[in-house]
């Protein structure tokens, strides 16, 4: 088992930034890679970023040079720069663990006004 748990969300204006946080507790050892994902009001959650099995960053194309993800052991991070309103959404930490199990947290609100 393993939780996450994000923060860091809020209210902010175009322009503005903001940075997720995700701490994960548990069988952190078990843990192979971890990522960001987004889902606006009546669309599907879609992955924002997240690294690839060699170990490189890869981002969905909305956002790249925008974002940035970072991990740090059990931690891993969201740093979001000139924010748009369509980056309106829940934000939600992914685990996986080795062997394809995943976990997710509650999700964090970001709201970008214009």
């Known amino acids: 088992q393993v939780q996450l748990v994000e923060s860091g969300g809020g209210l902010v204006q175009a322009g503005g930034s903001l940075r997720l946080s995700c701490a994960a507790t548990?069988?952190?050892?078990?843990?192979?890679?971890m990522d960001w994902h987004r889902q606006a009001p009546g669309t599907q959650r879609e992955l924002v970023a997240g690294?690839?099995?060699?170990?490189t960053t890869n981002y969905a194309d909305s956002v790249k040079g925008r974002f940035t993800i970072s991990r740090v052991h059990t931690k891993v991070y969201l740093q979001m720069n000139s924010l748009k309103p369509e980056d309106t959404g829940v934000y939600y930490c992914?685990?996986?663990?080795?062997?394809?199990?995943?976990?997710w947290g509650q999700g964090t609100q970001v709201t970008v006004s214009s």
């Open positions: 992914r685990a996986v663990l080795t062997g394809g199990r995943t976990y």
């Open positions: 548990g069988s952190i050892l078990s843990i192979n890679t």
């Open positions: 690294f690839t099995s060699g170990g």
